[in-house]
C-alpha cells in the first residue's frame, strides 16, 4: 500500500473510532443549531411547514414590550446575581480553606443543594419563602421582624430569586477553592515577612492570582443567568406565570411559552439567536477584561 | 470475602433484588395479534383510573372481536406540550385528549381529522348533545373535537361559615353587590389584622383558574368578530372591580393571605376546604376532593353572581376535548374506539366518575341518581344558560389569556389602574392578532368567519 494510502486509512479510522463524538455533535448539536438558524427567519408554528419571512422576527422582536420586559429581568439579575454569589462563593472557600475540625463536612454540606433537583428546589423554596407559614418568615418573627411577601411582592420576587441563587453557590465554592489551594504557599510566606496583613495579602496575591478562575466562573454565571428557567418557571407557572407583575419573568421563560404555548417558534429562534449573541458578546468582554486584567504566572 | 465486600454486595443485591421482585410491572400485556391504538390524555390519578377501567373494557369486548388494543398514556399537564412535538415530528398518537382553548390552533394548522363525515357512522348525533358542549368541539363550522368530560364553572359556598356570619345558607347571592356585601360579612380579621377567613376574592391566586372570564360578568367582551377584548367596557369593569376588593381588603393583607394558602388544589389544604375562603368559583370535581379530604364540609353549589344590567347569569361551560390528530398511523381503529366511548351509556360513566357532567341533554336515567357530587343537576341545568359562554375561539388564545393574566394581576398588586391596564394589555393583544393574520393569510389560512367565532364562544345563544 502506497504511502499516501496508508494516511487515508489512518484518517478514516480516525475517523471511525472518533464518529460516536462527531456523528452526535453533528445530528444534536450543529444540525439543530443550523436548523434554528434557519427557523429564526420563518413563521413556523411548529404544526404547520415553515415559510420564509426575512428578518420580521428580529425586527418584531425590538418592538415587542415583553421581549424588553423578559430581557430587563434577566440583566437585572444577572448584574445582582453574579457578583453575589461569587463574592459569597468565595468567601464560603476562603472559610473552607482555613484549617478546621469538621472541614470536609461543611464542605460537603455546601455542595448538597447542588445536586438536589431543581424541581424540588424549587418547590422547597416556595414553601420556605411563603409569606405567611415560610420558615425564613417564621424565624424573622422570632427576631420581632415582620418578613415580606417574598414570592408575592413584584418587588420582593427578583429578591428571592437572587436568595435561591445563593443558596446553590455550591459547584463555584469547588472551584474557588481549587483555585485557592494552587496558590503558591511561599508567596503568602513571604507577604508574611514582610509584614502584610490578612486584608493586604488577600487583595495583593490572592485575589490577583485567582482572576483566572473568576473569570471562569463569571462566563460560566454569565451562561447559566441568561438560560435560568427552571426555578421561575416551577415557582410561578401555576398562579402568575412569571411572577407578580411579570416581574420574574425571564428571558428563556418567554423563549419558552414562545415556542410551546403561542405556537410561534420562528419568534423563539430568533430570541435563541439573539441570546446566543448576548452570551457571546458577555463572555468576549469577561476575556478582554480577564486579558488586561489577569494575572499571568 | 472481606466484610467490606460483603457490605457493598448486600446494599446494591438488596434493593436491585427487591426491584425485580416486587417492581413495577407491565399494567397490560399487549396482544401482538392485534392493532395497537395509542391514546394520550392529561388524566392521571382517579380520572387516570376511570378511563383505564373503560379501556379495558373495550379491549376485551369490541377491541377483542374487531382486532383492536387501545394502550392508554397518562402524561398529566404536559399533554400540550408533548402532542405539540409528537403533531409536529409527525408522529402523533391515534386519539388524544385536547384542552379546549387548544382547539383552535391545532384546527387552523390542519394538525386534527374533521370528524363531521364520520359522525354518522359512529352513531353520533350533534342533536343528542347539550349545544353549548358540543359548539365547544366545533370550529369554522367543521367538528374536530368530541366533549368528553364537560364542566360547568358555579359558585361553590360554605354553608357553615354562611350561618357563623348570620346568613341565610339556603340564599345565596346573587348579584356581584351582594357578593361584596356578603363577602365582607363572611371575612375573619385576626387581632393583628391579618386576614384568616375571606368571603371571596378575585386574585387568579385564590382558586380563580379563569381570570380571564370575569368581564363577561360585566357584558359582553366580544367584538364583532367574535375577539375577546379586555378594553372593552366590559372588560373594564370587571378589572375595576378586581380593584375595588384588593382596596377594601387591602393589597398587603390580601398577598400575605394569598401566599398562606399555599398551592394545594386536591387536598385537605384548598383553601376552600381548609375553610379559609367562603366563596369559590369552581369545577364540579370539587365535590369528588371534598369527599376525599374533608366529608364533613357543609357545602352548597348555584350560579355565580353577575353584574350584568339584565340580571343574567352568565356561565362557563367547557369541556376535555376528544381528537384524532391528523397523521395517526390507524385513523380507522382510532374512530371505532371513538364510536365506543361516545355511547352515551359509556361516556355517562367517565363522566360520573370524574365528577362531570353529561354532555347528553337528556342525561341516562341513573346520572343523576348516584353522582359523586351531589350538586351535579345544577351544574348540568346551566350548560343550557342562554348566558352561557365558553373559550373565545381564537388561534392566539393562549397569549391573550398570558396578557390578560398579567392585566388582572397588575390591577390586584395595584401596578397600574384598570383602564391604564387594560389599554396596554389589548395593545399586546391587537398586535398578537394583527400579526397572526397577516402570516395566516400568508400561509392562505381560511380567516375564522364573525359569525362563527362569536356564536361559537357564546355556546349558549
Known amino acids: 500500500m502506497s504511502r499516501s494510502g496508508a494516511q487515508r486509512n489512518q484518517w478514516l479510522l480516525g475517523l471511525a473510532w472518533t464518529s460516536p463524538w462527531w456523528l452526535g455533535f453533528v445530528l444534536l448539536t450543529a444540525g439543530p443549531l443550523a436548523l434554528s438558524l434557519y427557523l429564526s427567519f420563518c413563521d413556523y408554528p411548529l404544526l404547520a411547514r415553515p415559510v420564509y419571512i426575512g428578518a420580521e422576527n428580529y425586527a418584531a422582536l425590538v418592538q415587542d414590550p415583553v421581549w424588553w420586559k423578559a430581557l430587563g429581568n434577566t440583566v437585572r439579575f444577572a448584574v445582582i446575581s453574579i457578583p453575589l454569589c461569587s463574592a459569597f462563593a468565595l468567601g464560603i472557600a476562603w472559610l473552607l480553606q482555613q484549617p478546621n475540625r469538621g472541614g470536609a463536612i461543611f464542605q460537603a454540606l455546601i455542595f448538597l443543594p447542588t445536586i438536589v433537583p431543581l424541581i424540588a428546589t424549587a418547590m422547597i423554596w416556595l414553601w420556605m419563602l411563603n409569606g405567611e407559614l415560610g420558615l425564613l418568615n417564621q424565624v424573622l418573627r422570632w427576631f420581632g421582624l415582620r418578613g415580606p411577601n417574598w414570592l408575592g411582592d413584584p418587588v420582593w420576587a427578583m429578591r428571592a430569586l437572587v436568595l435561591i441563587a445563593l443558596w446553590g453557590v455550591g459547584n463555584t465554592v469547588v472551584i474557588y477553592l481549587a483555585g485557592l489551594n494552587e496558590v503558591p504557599r511561599e508567596l503568602y510566606e513571604a507577604a508574611h515577612l514582610d509584614g502584610a496583613g490578612a486584608a493586604t495579602t488577600f487583595l495583593r496575591i490572592t485575589l490577583p492570582i485567582l482572576t483566572p478562575v473568576i473569570l471562569f466562573n463569571a462566563v460560566i454565571a454569565i451562561i447559566a443567568t441568561f438560560q435560568y428557567f427552571v426555578i421561575p418557571f416551577s415557582i410561578w407557572r401555576a398562579t402568575d406565570r412569571g411572577g407578580p407583575g411579570r416581574s420574574a419573568y425571564f428571558y428563556t421563560s418567554y423563549l419558552y411559552d414562545n415556542a410551546f404555548l403561542y405556537l410561534k417558534m420562528g419568534y423563539a429562534s430568533a430570541m435563541a439567536w439573539v441570546q446566543l449573541l448576548i452570551i457571546l458578546a458577555l463572555t468576549g468582554l469577561v476575556f478582554l477584561v480577564g486579558r488586561r486584567v489577569g494575572y499571568r504566572p | ?461
Open chain 2, 1 to 461: 470475602m472481606s466484610l467490606r465486600k460483603i457490605i457493598i454486595i448486600t446494599l446494591l443485591g438488596v434493593p436491585a433484588g427487591a426491584l425485580l421482585l416486587f417492581g413495577p410491572r407491565r399494567t397490560a400485556d399487549v396482544p401482538c395479534d392485534r392493532t395497537i391504538v395509542r391514546y394520550w390524555e392529561s388524566w392521571a390519578g382517579v380520572e387516570g383510573r376511570a378511563v383505564q377501567e373503560l379501556i379495558d373494557e373495550f379491549n376485551r369486548t369490541v377491541g377483542a372481536q374487531r382486532g383492536v388494543f387501545v394502550q392508554y398514556v397518562s402524561l398529566g399537564s404536559m399533554i400540550h406540550e408533548r402532542l405539540l412535538a409528537a403533531c409536529a415530528g409527525g408522529d402523533p398518537p391515534d386519539v388524544a385528549g385536547l384542552f379546549a382553548f387548544a382547539l383552535p390552533q391545532y384546527a387552523e394548522l390542519g394538525a386534527l381529522e374533521p370528524l363531521d363525515a364520520d359522525l354518522p357512522a359512529l352513531g353520533i348525533r350533534p342533536t343528542e348533545f347539550v349545544p353549548a358542549l358540543w359548539q365547544i368541539g366545533v370550529y369554522h363550522g367543521r367538528t374536530y373535537g368530541l366533549p368528553s368530560t364537560p364542566f360547568t364553572i358555579a359558585m361553590y359556598y360554605n354553608r357553615r361559615l354562611f350561618r357563623a356570619a348570620g346568613l341565610d345558607p339556603d340564599r345565596p347571592p346573587t348579584t356581584f353587590d351582594e357578593l361584596r356585601a356578603f363577602s365582607e360579612r363572611l371575612t375573619r380579621t385576626a387581632p393583628d389584622g391579618s386576614l384568616q377567613t375571606v368571603g371571596f376574592l378575585p386574585s387568579p391566586k385564590v382558586l380563580n383558574w379563569w381570570h380571564w372570564c370575569w368581564p363577561f360578568f360585566f357584558g359582553d367582551p366580544l367584538d364583532e368578530q367574535g375577539r375577546y377584548r379586555i378594553d372593552s367596557a366590559a372588560g373594564v369593569r370587571a378589572l375595576e372591580w378586581v380593584a375595588s376588593y384588593r382596596d377594601r381588603f387591602g393589597a398587603e393583607r390580601t398577598q400575605v393571605f394569598e401566599q398562606g394558602l399555599g398551592i394545594v388544589v386536591e387536598g385537605a389544604q384548598n383553601p376552600f376546604m381548609a375553610e379559609r375562603v367562603a366563596i369559590i368559583h369552581q369545577g364540579p370535581w370539587m365535590a369528588n376532593f371534598i369527599r376525599r379530604y374533608t366529608p364533613d364540609l357543609d357545602y352548597a353549589v348555584a350560579a355565580f353572581p353577575s353584574a350584568r344590567p339584565d340580571g343574567s347569569r352568565p356561565v362557563l361551560v367547557c369541556s376535555d376535548l376528544l381528537v384524532l390528530p391528523r397523521g395517526a398511523r390507524h385513523p380507522r381503529e382510532a374512530r371505532l374506539f371513538l364510536g365506543w366511548l361516545m355511547q352515551q351509556p359509556v361516556l355517562e360513566r367517565l363522566c360520573k366518575a370524574h365528577g362531570k357532567i353529561s354532555p347528553f341533554r337528556t342525561p341516562g336515567p341513573d346520572f343523576f341518581r348516584d353522582h359523586p357530587n351531589p350538586f351535579i343537576q345544577i351544574h348540568h341545568e346551566l350548560a343550557a344558560s342562554p348566558a352561557a359562554f365558553g373559550y373565545p375561539k381564537m388561534p392566539t388564545w393562549p397569549q391573550i389569556e398570558h396578557d390578560v393574566l398579567t392585566a388582572v394581576n397588575n390591577v390586584w398588586f395595584g401596578l397600574g389602574t384598570p383602564r391604564d391596564e387594560a389599554r396596554a394589555a389589548q395593545q399586546r393583544i391587537d398586535a398578537a392578532v394583527a400579526a397572526y393574520e397577516r402570516l395566516a393569510r400568508m400561509r392562505c389560512l381560511a380567516p375564522v368567519g364573525a359569525a362563527d367565532a362569536k356564536a361559537s364562544t357564546r355556546a349558549g345563544s
